[in-house]
């Protein structure tokens, strides 16, 4: 069948159609935003026959499958992905070569859709694609943030939060389907069962299609945004406004009961929705309601989305009167758990007064549980009392979120084999005592198409030239790159790549903040959620300690190979501590690089706003990859995979997935360090660490320490962070920093014999295919979801 994309004059023919007809303009006078606009709505058009198909398909076949509910879902721009998985790229890009198009530039036109912030995003990102690639029906649910995240602005080294304006510009890729939308209570009280005198928010979802890779396969992300519902008799101007907070910003400020109350609020409405829109699917087709674990599984991605257990029970015994044991059995079949985090303090806990105030059956049903699981815990006779009530589902002022999870759910699942064993045999040893079964590990990956087809077209040349392009489809293949290791065209067309996506990222660089960085020396990358458990503190006390010592130390200086610390993190707005970090490496950064006694040895750039297109290019462009976590605290790490395809190395401690990367590569193509897991872990236990005495006993720490109240007119400017770690050093700044100094001199020295570096990029290349999300999808279905593929 002839449609647009079928070769290059009919889509030239359609593109200028569209310039004409939607912008009354033609292609000389055209702005990238038109180009862009025509393009996407093309293509969009063009999927809708496959989406149509696809869930044609899985309906007709009564195919089961998976609703993947996620707080963030951080997707990037869509339009060069869309048009690579659909197979129309070849044909756009020689159409607008003809027209004298750019594609990457109109590409740059698309705004990063602000769903998300970190690992936890980007990996459902990763996760729906790869699940449509291999075939599987699996759809995401979240919400549709207005405002997304924030737009990080540095402002006298500070981080300033603005809304983010990326739905300013229509989003293209999303449909509005109306008629589906949800009615939600929240707040009233109940009697005998019923919610009396709720308010009522209504949920209006958004689809977002996801395109599987060359197979016709279209599934979808539904985004829920609110709005005011018919069933809401006063409608005041507190009530208008809750109804827009709801969806407005991803993770608002819950450093007040208001905050925390509109926090809850978020995490119910996604749920509830995407729960009752699951429950209406399967009532449309006719299915009996004692059957829906036989075609859906809810995978609760982290704690946010606990609430799906509660309201699943609530539907079942509340609307459609079924007993309590057998909603439990039915909703206990259904949900599966995902938990991303050891740290207690992430661990979500709702206050009880705000949960009761605005979910109050809710509230009771999880009452009814917890009694319940007591008595399992009472009866099985290997718990004491307080165990019992450290294990309960309510604790003297909270619900406690990912034991509700624990106890509601048939699989819960770590993200890296570390994290997995140190959740059954620590975190949660008496949950796995009690449920063995249940506990299994899925270690996270990253889709290739997008962090590797897609964002190095140089490494993807060199890959199809020595290996053929099979690895496209097959991640392992990657692996028979291993016999070019040591080749010399091939060490040298990988250095090659490298050094080109070096000067891609500086040139960013430069435009964008007006520091130039030297292409030829160590690009040193941290990028990620700015947290004290990540560990950037650390990273800048040891760059204050090199440039002081370059700034006394003639014979370091003459042997220090040049170095650029690279940067990129948002701070959560109402997370002080993060925030002065942000401020110290900036004030830091400022000096150094206007220092022109050492500035051609060292330069350190805090990169603006930092978010998944920028991440495309930092990626591909980093030599030495920083994975600096506290040993036990980081659960897995989805960048240290992605820099880890494209070539860099890896210098960090054996914690998350650095573990089975250091497996996979082998710890010679890796500089690792620091406190092991089981030294974390005593540490902790003893609870006689002493971070001063480390102070003490090291001149470097000292003279750094004396530095930074230098920095700025008040010397007690930035003592917050330093008292922190002379006093408490929870996450074992000052433990590490000596290992931590020692294996940076190592990767220094090591980067100067360029041969053994670039054989040490080919091997981290090569073993990188395990840690595609391809094969962590087809392990989720293995052994949890159980789902048939997709096949026309």
Partial sequence: MQTHFSNKEAFKKAFLNGLKSSFNTELKDSSLYQRYTVLATLLEQELEDNHKKTIEHIHQNHLKKTI???????????VTNNLQNSGHYDVVKSAFEDLEIDLNEVEEAESDAGLGNGGLGRLAACFLDSAASIGLPLFGNSLRYQHGFFMQEIKDHKQVEHKDPWLNQPFIWETKKLEEAIDIPLFGYVEHTRLINPVWIKAVPYDVKIVGDHNGVVT??????????????VQDEAYINTTKNISDVLYPDDSTEDGKTLRLMQSYVFSAAGVKNAFNEHKYLGRDLRDFHKFYTFQINDTHPTLIIPEMMRILMDEEHIGYDEAWQITTQTCAFTNHTILSEALEKWNIHIFRNLLPRIYEIIQEMNR??????????????EQIYLMGLIGQNHVRMAHICIYGSFSINGVAALHTEILKHIEMKEFYMLYPNKFNNKTNGITHRRWLLHTNHELVSILDEKIGTTWRHDLTELKKLELFIHDQETKEQVYAMKHAKKQALADRIYKLQGVKLDTHAIFDIQVKRLHEYKRQLMNILHIIYVYQRLKSDPVFKASYYPHNFIFGAKAAPSYHMAKAVIELIDTVADIINNDDETNDLLKVVFVRNYNVSYAEYIMPAADLSEQISTATKEASGTGNMKFMMNGAITIGTMDGANVEIVENAGKDNAFIFGLSAEEVTRIYQNNGYKPREIYEQDPRLQKVFQYIRTLHPNPQHFDYILNNLLNSDYFLVMKDFAAYAEAHEHANEAYKDTSKWQEMMIANIANSGFFTSDRTIEQYNQDIWKLKKISF
């Avoid at 979808?220 to 008799?233: A, I, M, N, Y």
């Avoid at 319940?372 to 009392?385: A, M, Q, V, Y």
Wanted: aromatic share 18%; glycine share 6%; proline share 3%.
């Fill in 220 to 233: 979808t992300l539904r985004l829920w945004s609110t709005e005011p519902s018919e069933k809401q008799f």
């Fill in 68 to 78: 993947y509910f996620s707080m963030e879902f951080l997707m990037g721009r869509l």
């Fill in 372 to 385: 319940r699981f007591k008595h399992i815990l009472e009866t099985d006779g290997r718990f004491n009392k």
